[in-house]
């Protein structure tokens, strides 16, 4: 059985239920255990009730002797970390209840009961086609957001710990699980490190630093999300060696192979790859910067952008930026208007030449016209976002749409699109480099360090 919050719902009974002296008794005279549910490699999790509402959940008592094991002030910082993800109320997060130490000393934790199977158990049947995989990558970001925006590093974002459930007629509702309650007691399902060892987290997907025994923070999740929406696309994890001393090992030096050699029978959208690999980096300040940043990376399909700049003066007119086959979007909801702008843009081929600018230069983008009453003149809303780059020189694009030739540079946006609760995913191009992409509200300042490529 993975090791699963709250793992596919077989109840047991007869004469385990009855030896078992949990069962019949009432917790923090609120959750009363109804029956043993499964055994897992941290401990027992029973079927549940609250009494009060008369609504199943889902506990989990730790091995008391894993706890042992984990040291003397495991149970104290257990329960501290419980309280903190019970307070992340977010639908892609498991919902815990209830927390505490049964009548024996035992922790507990008592959260919703669900029904449904993890990723880990779809991928046995073979990998997710992109637009399915990038849907439930899209959940996950959203439910470590709301985590990290708590302070919370999962630590251990893996398939086996993402739930899916039928809700609202999505069959890939997804529910994050195990949010920090077992830091320092990892598990050995499916190859991860077992309770006793130093290592924390699960060697094929977890994060370099991790590996080295650094200090964590968000970005390792992103690592770690990378890692499992490659294994959603690809059938199998970036890194999978014979020995789990070995797959960590690879975790800190080895490449991650492409789609194309990993699994040459799928085809994986460029732009998509270029997102996923982008999480891989070995140096978390590669990365994208937070969890957000993927997210928004995934909603614009990670549509390719190209690093040549073909429309020099006698070179080839500029190429269209092609999307993949998962669809781009804004951030947020833009006017129609903007988007059909930039598209017609995009189609017609517009572009400027590339010019090495001394002196910072000011480009303009055009928000979406307002409707306004013909007798009132209202003044339109303006924003801007400086742009600067590690080298400077680099090309600012947004949706395959120029908007600065050469950093550092100031772009103008208007209307809708100078509204301070809209992101915008710009990319910046300097020939020899790696592409980069962050995110920018206007107004603000934006500095990227741009990184050679090999």
């Known amino acids: 059985m993975s090791d699963s919050m709250t793992p596919p719902p077989q109840p047991s009974g007869g004469e385990a239920s009855l030896a078992d002296p949990l069962v019949g008794t009432t917790l923090l005279g609120r959750v009363k255990i109804v029956a043993p549910i499964g055994r897992g490699g941290m401990g027992r999790v029973y079927l549940g009730e609250q009494t009060r509402l008369r609504r199943r959940c889902a506990v989990k008592v730790l091995d008391p002797a894993l706890a042992r094991r984990a040291g003397a002030d ?25 927390y505490g130490e049964t009548p024996g000393g035992q922790c507990f934790i008592a959260m919703e009961y669900l029904e449904g199977r993890t990723v880990a158990d779809e991928l046995r049947s073979g990998p997710m086609a992109p637009a399915r995989a990038v849907h439930v990558a899209q959940q996950v970001c959203k439910g470590l957001q709301a985590a990290h925006a708590r302070g919370v590093v999962h630590g251990d974002v893996k398939p086996a ?23 320092d007691m990892q598990r050995s399902d499916g190859g991860d490190v077992g309770a006793g060892d130093a290592i924390l987290g699960s060697p094929r997907y977890m994060s370099p630093e991790q590996v080295q025994g650094k200090e964590i923070d968000a970005r390792s999740d992103v690592y770690s ?49 270029a997102v996923v690999m982008k999480c891989l980096a070995k140096d978390p300040d590669q990365r994208w910067a937070s969890i957000a940043e993927l997210g928004a990376a995934l909603r614009l399909g990670g549509v390719a952008e190209s690093t040549h700049d073909d429309d020099e003066v006698g070179g080839a007119p500029p190429k269209a930026a092609v999307p993949d086959t998962i669809p781009s979007t804004r ?92 992101e915008h995913l710009i990319a910046l191009l300097l020939p020899g480099y790696k592409l980069e992409r962050a995110i920018a509200k206007a107004p603000s300042a934006v500095r990227v360090k741009l990184t050679k490529s090999q």
């Open 74 to 98: 495991f149970s104290r910082r257990f329960l501290l970390e419980a309280s903190v993800v019970a307070r992340i109320a977010h639908p892609h997060v498991v919902t815990v209840f209830e």
């Open 161 to 183: 710990n993402l739930f899916l459930v039928h809700r609202d007629g999505d069959r890939d509702f997804v529910k994050v699980l195990d949010f920090g309650l077992v830091r």
């Open 225 to 273: 999300t990378g890692a499992t929406l490659y294994a959603m696309l690809a059938g199998r994890p970036p890194f999978e060696r014979r020995t789990e001393l070995a797959t960590m090992m690879a975790q800190v030096s080895d490449p991650p192979p492409a789609f194309a050699e990993a699994a040459p029978q799928i085809a994986v959208p460029q732009g998509l790859e």
């Open 331 to 422: 951030l947020r909801s833009r006017r129609r208007a903007r988007i059909a702008a930039v598209a017609a843009a995009a189609v017609a081929g517009l572009g400027l030449m590339l010019v090495a600018l001394r002196s910072r230069s000011v480009t303009r983008a055009e928000g979406p016209s307002l409707a306004r009453p013909s007798e009132v003149a209202v003044p339109e809303q303006t924003a801007v976002v400086h742009v600067e780059s590690d080298p400077p020189g680099a090309r600012v694009k947004e949706e395959g749409n120029a908007l600065c030739e050469a950093t550092p540079c100031d772009i103008v946006y208007r209307g809708a699109a100078a509204d301070p609760a809209t």
